[in-house]
């Protein structure tokens, strides 16, 4: 990496099926010549879409990034069920049909604030462990619940002959859409699973402002992190939706330290210097001051 390249940032990446998020993780380290890469939220392998890796510095923003809402477009394939909940699992058949009009008459059940059982098969962890790889050894657990938001439930279309619906979701952060449409399915006594996910939306973040790795591997190193790629954010761009503060300079030594500042905001606020992110800084013991959280010195 050149030595004007920002050394953290955000990648917007159209993620392709086949392949987990881990992997886009390690193919965008090699691009970037970086060892710390993580991602903002994770997309099972048989999704497509819109998956934001984090570069240096801006792993540690993921606290902020991952609760960030969420827009799917899923595939809900009715009369049958999956042990994982998609089309990647053992598929079993489920007698009876749906209609269009009890679809329709089920869906709103299925918006606002609701509880959630986190699925099987999935990378959340007891006791340190993923629950995917206690279900695989044979081991009985209940997984959590967690509550979620489900803003917008939409029937985008329904073929009754293969029994699939299209649906467009939006959600709170750390929602199944897998687990969404079993539980759907269930609901309407035929039982369901996903057969093709496509997140679309995360926060401001679409589709549209996303790079697929063939076209990341295709810009020059120098260029990968900067201006020169639509897809790349900075960590203060990432941070849209957080309150700014400009420091004075007695300020920015304070942060340089990681000392707390005179502040009553109720929640995190970037500190920044010019165009240029410092930290962000949160409430904390004292009403009077604000308190680090990350910073970028």
């Known amino acids: 990496m050149s030595a004007a390249s920002p050394t953290c940032g955000v990648l917007v990446v159209d993620k392709p099926a086949g392949i987990t998020s881990h992997d886009v993780v390690d193919r965008v380290r090699r691009l970037a010549g970086m060892k710390k890469v993580g991602h903002g939220g994770t997309l099972d392998p048989f999704a497509t879409g819109l998956l934001l890796v984090l570069l240096g510095k801006a792993t540690r923003l993921f606290d902020y990034l991952a609760p960030l809402e969420k827009e799917y477009r899923a595939t809900a394939c009715f009369g049958a069920v999956s042990v994982t909940g998609d089309v990647d699992g053992e598929i079993s058949p489920v007698a009876g049909k749906v209609s269009r009009r009890q679809l329709e008459d089920t869906l709103p059940r299925f918006t606002g604030r609701l509880r959630q059982q986190v699925p099987l098969y999935s990378a959340v962890k007891i006791g340190g462990v993923p629950l995917h790889r206690r279900v695989r050894r044979g081991e009985q657990v209940d997984p ?14 329904f073929d009754e002959q293969l029994q699939q619906a299209e649906l467009t979701i939006t959600c709170s952060g750390g929602t199944y859409i897998r687990k969404l449409c079993e539980d759907l399915g269930k609901a309407m006594g035929t039982g369901a699973y996903t057969l093709a996910l496509r997140r679309t939306a995360v926060g401001e ?7 697929s790795l063939a076209e990341l591997a295709a810009l020059p190193r120098q260029s990968l992190l900067g201006d ?47 165009d240029r992110l410092v930290a962000v800084y949160g409430p904390g013991e004292t009403e009077e001051s604000i308190y680090p959280r990350v910073i970028f010195l």
């Open 144 to 157: 959590p619940w967690r509550e979620i938001h489900i803003r917008s439930l939409r029937l985008d279309g």
């Open 205 to 211: 973040f679409t589709t549209g402002n996303a790079a």
């Open 228 to 274: 020169a790629n639509p897809a790349f954010i900075s960590c203060c761009g990432a941070l849209y939706f957080l309150p700014v503060r400009e420091l004075s300079e007695k300020e920015l030594q304070a942060v340089s330290y990681g000392r707390p500042i005179e502040g009553t905001e109720p929640g995190p606020v970037k500190l920044v210097v010019g």
